[in-house]
């Protein structure tokens, strides 16, 4: 038996809005836009893909789930994300060589510093 990651699924009050803004963030593509189910994908064949879905309630407290990014350049991608409407988020991680952002609906996500050599 084998398993192959397809895609994380992310409830959204605005599925296109906020898979629009993941798309620019990441600079993917999107290979389906649906309003019900709203998909982006680094290129159109490659995986896994993050698929935007409608919910009635609204976030509530800490992701149990989230994102970590390594950019080759960590205060760049902070500013760049913050211009494109991240916000700064405190989930109670104190000090700690990455950054916690959140991204338009709430969801935290982190943005590493450089890899150890």
């Not at 290979?31 to 290129?43: F, H, K, L, S, T």
């Not at 993050?50 to 390594?70: C, Q, T």
């Amino acid at each position: 038996m084998s398993l192959v990651w397809e895609q994380v699924v992310v409830d959204a009050s605005d599925p296109v809005a906020l898979g629009r803004w993941w798309a620019d963030a990441l600079g993917w593509t999107v290979v389906g836009d649906a309003p019900d189910e709203y998909e982006i994908r680094p290129a159109p064949e490659r995986l896994p893909g993050l698929v935007f879905v409608p919910v009635p309630e609204a976030k509530s407290g800490k992701n149990r789930l989230h994102l970590d990014f390594r950019p080759d350049d960590q205060r760049a991608e902070v500013e760049r994300l913050l211009a494109l409407g991240a916000r700064p988020a405190d989930v109670g991680q104190g000090e700690q060589p990455w950054v916690v952002l959140a991204d338009p609906e709430g969801n935290e996500f982190c943005v590493l510093g450089s890899r150890p050599a």
